[in-house]
């Protein structure tokens, strides 16, 4: 027991420094998790006070070398060492630990807490004990659950304004801030944030308003996302919103009321996020929306997380096709990352996050997409000049009769070098050298995914090109095209 107990101090303390990392680097996000809380469940079964606990000690440690050093060989236990920190600095290090351990007597964590609570931060053991005013104070919360998950809702709309996780204090503090200053103040506050977006009808691009520089571009998934559920202003037009108020409601109640992502808690800026998109044709019809919280809809539309329609019910996946919430070693991540790097990729060439989903998806059993191809209008992001506007598209009857023809023509040897054409440099663009590119190509035409006597779509060509491997790239330092 005692060698056990070792082991996971050592463990403990060997997880400090990769938990920071994964935290300042945002890694879980490639696995389209929505935060380190969640990681954190996922992989430690931990609750998110656990987690922020963990993130304290681990920074605190980086200025108490000796605790460390101690908690290493087994000395001193996380939950004593979580309770030191809250009070030692590098000044009384020596003497917080000396007291915590003296005569070799094991202390619980419980024991230090209650003498913890009782001192400021920067006091010695000695001294004599802070007034009460500056003692911590244990204060549990009993209420219902729908209360208790509104708790929940107002600290993570704590920490979106913050732009960082908050801790009870912190999250008291502004509470009893906003309700002792009055309604006034409180309104004001409690106003959504909004910013104006411009973003291109045909392209995508987008641009933000900033006071003194004018408009300047921001990340395009930022207009995607603004997009899929926006108030959506056109000159000379009143706001329409996007989406109905009635639709909106049977979606969130349909999603209780909360991100549909399993295991994701945030209720807070949910989105009403279209699977697929308006401008790719699809509608407001309950089975093409999905409530997602501001974290997970910016991951969908980078192809992190990949939201699908699953007889009849909502299905998420990581990038690389493996279930949402699964969670591996490096490699694991790598893979992800590249994956939706070729999400990216194939958005920026085709201006379609369906033809991308359907491409890279990497095996069949969702329900099959009863439209045609409705990317046959759209021109690439990088073609699009500055006037495009939305009524240069054809009419979607007449795109989808074209897309049909196009299925049902027979091949023929001009057209298939244009698709060839195309789709090799889509592959160019996810990170295959030409050569890559034309030996996949060739596989795939020559294997039997594609059926005989009619010309494959650019979607089929791709996925069956992606499927020819080995020719394997890994993630690019770069990035896509579309970040730059
Ligand atoms: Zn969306
Ligand atoms: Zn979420």
């Given at each position: 027991m005692v060698a056990i107990a070792r082991r996971r101090a050592a463990d403990d303390v060997a997880l400090l420094e990769p938990l920071l990392i994964a935290a300042e680097t945002r890694a879980y996000e490639l696995l389209g998790l929505g935060s380190i809380q969640e990681y954190g469940a996922r992989l430690f079964g931990w609750g998110g006070r656990q987690t922020r606990e963990r993130l304290r000690v681990a920074s605190a440690m980086r200025s108490l070398p000796e605790m460390r050093e101690r908690w290493a060989r087994g000395e001193l236990t996380y939950t004593v060492v979580r309770e030191l920190s809250r009070v030692a600095t590098p000044a009384e290090e020596n003497e917080w630990i000396a007291w915590a351990t003296t005569g070799g007597v094991r202390r619980t964590g419980h024991e230090v807490q209650q003498v913890v609570m009782r001192h400021r931060r920067?006091?010695?053991?000695?001294?004599?004990?802070?007034p009460f005013e500056e003692q911590r104070v244990r204060v549990v919360l009993e209420m219902s659950g729908s209360e208790a998950s509104r708790l929940a809702e107002v600290r993570s709309v704590a920490a979106q304004r913050l732009g960082h996780s908050v801790d009870d204090e912190t999250l008291a503090k502004m509470l009893f801030d906003a309700f002792l200053r009055g309604s006034e103040a409180g309104e004001r506050e409690s106003s959504p944030h909004q910013v104006k977006l411009t973003v291109c009808d045909?392209?995508?691009a987008t641009e933000r308003e900033s006071g003194a520089e004018g408009l300047v571009p921001v990340d395009p998934v930022v207009g995607e996302v603004a997009l899929c559920d926006a108030q959506v202003l056109r000159a000379g037009e009143r706001a329409a919103q996007t989406v109905p108020p009635a639709t909106r409601r049977a979606v969130l109640r349909r999603d209780e009321?909360?991100?549909?992502?399993?295991?994701c808690r945030h209720a807070a800026f949910v989105d009403v996020h279209h699977i697929d998109r308006q401008v790719e044709g699809g509608g407001h019809e309950l089975a093409n929306l999905a409530s997602l919280c501001s974290v997970h809809h910016d991951a969908a539309h980078r192809g992190r997380l990949v939201v699908r329609r699953h007889e009849g019910d909502l299905r998420f996946e990581r990038a690389d096709g493996q279930p949402y919430g699964a969670i591996g070693g490096a490699a694991d991540t790598a893979r992800c990352a590249s994956a939706s790097q070729h999400f990216e990729a194939v958005v920026a060439g085709t201006g379609s996050e369906r033809f991308a989903r359907e491409a890279l998806r990497p095996a069949a059993g969702d329900d099959?997409?009863?439209?045609?191809?409705?990317?046959?209008?759209l021109a690439p992001?990088?073609?699009?000049?500055?006037?495009?506007?939305?009524?240069?598209?054809?009419p979607r009857s007449q795109r989808g009769e074209g897309a049909r023809r196009d299925e049902l023509a027979p091949r023929s040897h001009a057209a298939e070098a244009a698709l060839r054409e195309e789709v090799a440099g889509l592959l160019t663009s996810m990170g295959y050298r030409t050569r890559e590119a034309e030996w996949l190509l060739d596989r795939a035409l020559a294997g039997d995914e594609l059926s005989v006597g009619r010309a494959p779509s650019k979607v089929e060509l791709l996925r069956a090109a992606l499927r020819a491997g080995p020719p394997r790239v890994e993630a690019r330092k770069g990035g896509s095209r579309r970040r730059r």
């Open positions: 920067g006091a010695r053991p000695t001294d004599a004990p802070a045909r392209c995508g009321g909360k991100c549909a992502v399993p295991g099959p997409v009863k439209s045609p191809d409705p990317t046959a209008g992001r990088s073609q699009c000049g500055e006037g495009a506007r939305r009524d240069e598209l054809a």
